[in-house]
């Protein structure tokens, strides 16, 4: 069956304490769209953020001492490394200016997920949602209340990878659909057992929807209609390799 | 612009010195599907791989030493591992069973690529492609030929990953698209620089693409259509991070 991946233009910029989907239901209705039982639907992590309030002004924070001194060595703005500290659970390295963080929600990436781009105003910085995936469940609940489709949200950011150039669109949040799709003790065409094969099927979704919202176009959301899926409480935790598993910290 | 990613079904199983793109085409006519100038055309390594003879008998090997300790510590089949040995530039990890390679193309990832599954026969296992960017390159100009469309192809393969589980289909051989999307140097709306973030738009295109092929059910290509991209003559090359840049190896 053919997946089609559906941009939503149209949404404003989002602020503080907006209905974020209030605001995405009416992009759709301008644009005749409507969410069906079974849509995925992708939302930037930017906008989640803003609307739950995630933003810092700089001119409001006042860098420690180990910010400062990251700032001497780097030449980068010491109020926005104060923030990344504050969000950073386990510094994993700090090389050549580029810091890599754990975040407390367990995710690896550079900075800790804060950022200065897109963030609605000069001067100022998004940070990750408080916990995505209670933000994923929540946008979940109110479209199935609101807009009577049931469907899984996939909350996406753009991180960078190990030894691979580029950056990919990944999955932060996620509510109503499995992150994995396990092959393992299932068997390939010749009777070989497939032994290691888990699909990080969010972490694709989110990815494939990058290539439809883009970074400078405000188009923040998009839909991936089509693809069957298996309906899960399971959240984007299930991505956390623990540390005592992963050969690359 | 909607994007679709059209699975293409009925290939048969490929085995080596077959008519690859011939195949394809048959499969597409079946299916009432044509290629289109600028569709991405997604060809999973796998049948790229048995098509140029990338297959071996483990009954052909005789392991060496070093594959017979590497045996003797983990469980593993010696054969296999000499054969992943015979592909590794450099062991990027062997710990607890698990061998990450670095291959001589300079992907990093487990086992240099070699599988056992979905191999066409059993024990017998499938190498990475010789030259994957040559082979994307080989099935492109065909496609003109015999097919008269202007595609972009790539090749995938399905990766793990550091930090996070599961895994996802990334490129692998790209021929006809820029693999990475530069926002350095561009401004978000609020005249922000963004200045580290070049997405890697055929891993996206791999992992997008993976949602409709699946493992199990022979469906080793797909059709991306819809996706406005820039003709270029890079190749997967672009996404290989040189070692003395990669801070976790």
């Known amino acids: 069956m053919t997946l089609a991946i559906i941009p939503v233009h149209g949404l404003p910029e989002i602020r503080p304490r907006d209905d974020l989907v209030g605001l995405l239901l009416d992009a759709l209705a301008r644009a005749n769209e409507r969410l069906q039982d079974g849509d995925v639907l992708v939302v930037a992590q930017k906008v989640v953020s803003k609307s739950e309030g995630r933003v810092v002004r700089l001119a409001d924070v006042t860098p420690g001492e180990r910010a400062l001194a990251m700032a001497e060595e780097s030449g980068k703005d010491p109020r926005q490394l104060e923030v990344v500290l504050s969000e950073t659970k386990e510094i994993v390295r700090w090389e050549r200016g580029v810091l890599i963080s754990e975040t407390r929600h367990g995710f ?50 753009t991180f960078g990878r190990a030894w ?52 400078l176009d405000r188009c923040p959301v998009a839909i991936v209609r089509g693809l069957p899926f298996d309906v899960s409480e399971e959240t984007a935790q299930e991505y956390v390799r623990p540390a005592a598993r992963d050969l690359f910290r």
């Open 108 to 157: 690896i990436c550079a900075n800790a997920g804060v950022d200065r781009s897109n963030a609605g105003a000069p001067d100022t910085v998004v940070l990750l949602p408080i916990d995505p995936d209670a933000s994923a469940a929540r946008i979940r609940d109110e479209i199935a209340d609101r807009a009577h489709a049931m469907v899984a949200v996939v909350i996406t950011d």
């Open 164 to 215: 691979r150039e580029g950056h990919t669109n990944v999955a932060i949040g996620i509510a109503g659909l499995a992150p994995l799709k396990r092959y393992i003790g299932q068997r390939d065409p010749a009777g070989y057992e497939l032994r290691v094969t888990e699909i990080a099927v969010a972490d694709e979704i989110a990815a494939g929807s990058e290539l439809v919202m883009g970074k």
